[in-house]
Every structure is written in C-alpha cells, then in structure tokens.
C-alpha cells in the first residue's frame, strides 16, 4: 500500500482571522474606554455605563485570549524562526517561512518602540515575498531587501497604525521603520543565541535614522534604501 | 601614570576580533550596559541610559570612523587610538548617561564624584581602547597623571557643552598625547598632510 505525505492545510489564513479578531476586540475596548467618559456621568447612569463596561471588557477578556491562545498554540507560527534573508531567497517555497518569521519579529519590534497594539497582515507579508523575491544572482539581496521593504509598506502589513503612535519615533515613521528594522536584522549575520540581542540591536539602527528611512521610504526610493542597507547590515 | 583603574574585564566575551565587535551595534550596547552597571557598583549611585541617544550616538561614530579612516596601514595604530577620542565626542554630544543620586562610593574631591557621567563615558572609551590594543597590538594601555587632576575634569564638562569635539583631545590627552586643539576631533596624521 503506498504511503501519502497527509496534505496539511495552510493554517495561516485562520491565524490571521483570529488575530484581526483579537486587534479588533482590543481596541474596540480601548475605544470604548476612551470615548465614555464614565466619571462625568450622573450617579446612576454612572453606574450602568460603569457595569456594560465591566461586561464588554470580561467578553472582549476572554474572547481575546481564546484567540490569542488558538493564534499561538494551536495554529503555531510563534517560532522565532531565523534563517538570513539570502538563504530564505535562494530556498524553493520559502514565503510562508519569511512570512511567519516577519510577523513574529515585527510584532517584538512594534512592541520595543514603544508602540501600542497594531494589527500585522502575515498573508500580506506572505504575498509580497511570493511577489518579489527572484532568484536573479544579478540582484543583489540588499536591493532584494529594498524592493521588499517598498512593498511591504504599500501592502499595508502594519495596519491600525494612529498618528500619535510609538514613544521612540515620530508616529509616521513608525511603520517604515519597523518594516526597515526587520528587514536589517533578517540580513544580518547572527546565531540563533544572538538573535534577541541582534533584533534589539536592528531596531536601534532604525530609530538612529529614522528620519532618512522614513524620507527614501515616502519617496519609494529604493536607491536610497538600498544604500541604507548597506551601509548598516555590517554594523548590526 | 594614573592610579584609576579601567575595566576592560567588564566587557563582553566575542567570538570576533574586538576592532569588529566593536562596530556591531549588539556588542557596544551590550558593552555599555555592563559598563555602566559596574560603574554604578564601583561609584554607589544609578544611571539612566537613554537607549535612543545611545544608538544615534554608535552611529554617528561609524560615520565619522568612517570619514577619517586612512587609507595608509602604518597609520592603522594611530587611528585606533583616535576612533576611542571620536567615540567619546559623540558620546559627549548628547549624553545618554543620566545619574541619580550622589556618587556615595567615590571620593568627594574625584572626577567621578565631580561629573560621573562623563567620568564613565571616558572610562568607558578608554576600556574598550585598552582591550583593543592589547588584542592587536599586544601593549598595555598607560593613563596620563592628567586624569587625576580634577582641574583637567572641569575643563572637559566645561568645554564640551559649547563644543563636543572638545572632548575627542581630552581622550588623547588622557592617553599622554599631546592633541591637536585646533581641530581635536581631525585625525591629526591626515591634517598634518592636508596641511603640508
């Protein structure tokens, strides 16, 4: 009887569901929190307004973290998974890897800049790489990177972005320079100990120039960001 | 020669030759954590590192290391001693150190009680500066009878307000050169030839 590798759906589109889920669940609360301004109500409508607030914040509690554990545990894509950028170009179907790695290390950057939740897209991610990357050894894996990085940012992986956004940059900049700060780290040579360190590090980098990714970003300029690349994977 | 003691001990193990690690963002971070966490055991006080002027400040040391840099290799030792002077300009230029509390450890009449920030900036500098050279060129760095006179120290913060290169000469000074005050921060072997 011969024997047949079992076809393992692609568990990524349901990831991705639950995590819009869980970013819709947790800043429709935010919003809500911050729209109803409980205190300045009159006793008893205080009190009413005070207890739905209790009961959407519990739901959205409990349906947030049965989203959050189903993202993570069940449908996985939690790995820190780290192959550099040049060998995940050079590998047959490697996007979903990209994909997984780039949503994990995105959402550690967002957070080390001090932003506050964001929704990232992994298909989106997934998609673009799919797009872009070639195996042309005329293309150079820093404008291979550039070119990603361009169209990440047009394919919208960071959504829900405000403009107050991020302690350490201008709210702007945020996305480019958290798509920039990955893209660096996945260039950079690193092992598997350094990669917290090196991630940390990528992100520094970016919110160091900020301002020169954010401007070759605006203007599509993949020269420019190209030369950043460059210039700075030897140094993360 | 000095009696202050560096601590390039305090530095991070690399697998890589220091003049590499050192240019790694990971390593010099890392570098100057533990180095401010040993110097605030040393000293009995608590710095706040600002992270985001740390980063701009590596940066705009790469830059500038990269700008000077000589293309001539028997100037390669000399430069070495120089990128530690530029790396404390930019350190000086906008602190990342912020200390709170007094210096309870360190002597009220020392340079680290005066300005411990600055104090463990350069001693920073200097212990990176140490451990390189004796890994490459297999000397002992010597610290200039300069760094205990607390008249060398006020001139240094003072200066290095109004202008950060300043502080560049002190580094070499504190290493028994004599700089260049016209342009401290200019590696000195490539002036003298524009000059020539």
Redesign the interface.
């Known amino acids: 009887m011969s024997r047949q590798t079992p076809v393992t759906p692609d568990a990524m589109p349901l990831r991705e569901a639950l995590r819009g889920l869980r970013f819709m669940l947790r800043r429709g609360g935010e919003t809500l929190v911050e729209t109803l301004s409980v205190d300045s109500l009159p006793k008893p409508a205080a009190d009413l307004a005070g207890a739905v607030l209790r009961e959407v914040g519990e739901l959205a509690r409990s349906v947030d973290g049965m989203a959050s554990e189903m993202a993570k545990t069940v449908l996985g894509g939690h790995e820190n998974q780290s192959l550099p950028l040049q060998d995940m170009i050079h590998q047959q179907d490697a996007a979903g890897q990209f994909a997984a790695a780039f949503y994990v290390a995105l959402s550690s950057v967002v957070r080390r800049l001090g932003a506050p939740s964001v929704f990232i897209s992994e298909a989106a991610a997934k998609s673009v790489f799919t797009r872009t990357a070639t195996h042309d050894p005329g293309v150079s894996t820093t404008r291979q990177a550039a070119n990603m990085t361009i169209s990440l940012i047009e394919a919208k992986v960071v959504r829900g972005t405000t403009a107050e956004q991020a302690a350490?940059v201008p709210g702007s900049a945020l996305e480019p320079v958290a798509i920039f700060a990955v893209m660096l780290w996945l260039q950079a040579a690193r092992s598997e100990a350094?990669n917290e360190?090196?991630l940390?590090?990528?992100t520094?980098?970016a919110?160091?120039?900020a301002l020169d990714i954010a401007g070759a970003c605006t203007q599509r300029n993949a020269e420019q960001i190209e030369a950043l690349y460059t210039r700075l994977v030897?140094?993360? | 020669m000095s009696d202050i003691r560096l601590h390039p001990e305090s530095l991070p193990a690399t697998n890589e030759p220091l003049r590499i690690a050192v240019r790694r963002m990971r390593w010099f971070k890392s570098a100057f954590l533990r180095y401010v966490q040993a110097s605030s055991t040393e000293l009995g006080c608590t710095f706040e590192v600002d992270e985001t002027k740390l980063a701009a400040a590596f940066v705009r040391w790469l830059e500038s290391i990269e700008r000077q840099k000589p293309t001539d290799k028997t100037q390669r030792r000399a430069f070495f001693e120089f990128a530690a002077a530029l790396m404390l300009r930019e350190l000086t230029s906008d602190m990342p150190l912020k200390v709170s509390g007094t210096p309870a450890k360190a002597k009220a009449d020392s340079a680290a009680a005066f300005w411990p920030e600055g104090y463990c900036c350069t001693m920073f500098c200097l212990s990176v500066h140490a451990a390189a050279m004796a890994q490459e060129f297999k000397t002992d760095t010597e610290i200039d009878h300069a760094a205990d006179d607390l008249r060398q120290w006020w001139s240094f913060k003072e200066n290095a307000v109004t202008d950060a290169s300043f502080s560049a000469g002190f580094l070499q000074l504190l290493l028994g050169r004599e700089p260049n005050w016209v342009f401290p921060d200019v590696f000195r072997a490539r002036l003298s030839k524009e000059l020539e």
Do not use: N, S
């Open positions: 350490r350094e360190a090196a940390d590090a990528a520094d980098l919110v160091a120039l030897p140094h993360v």
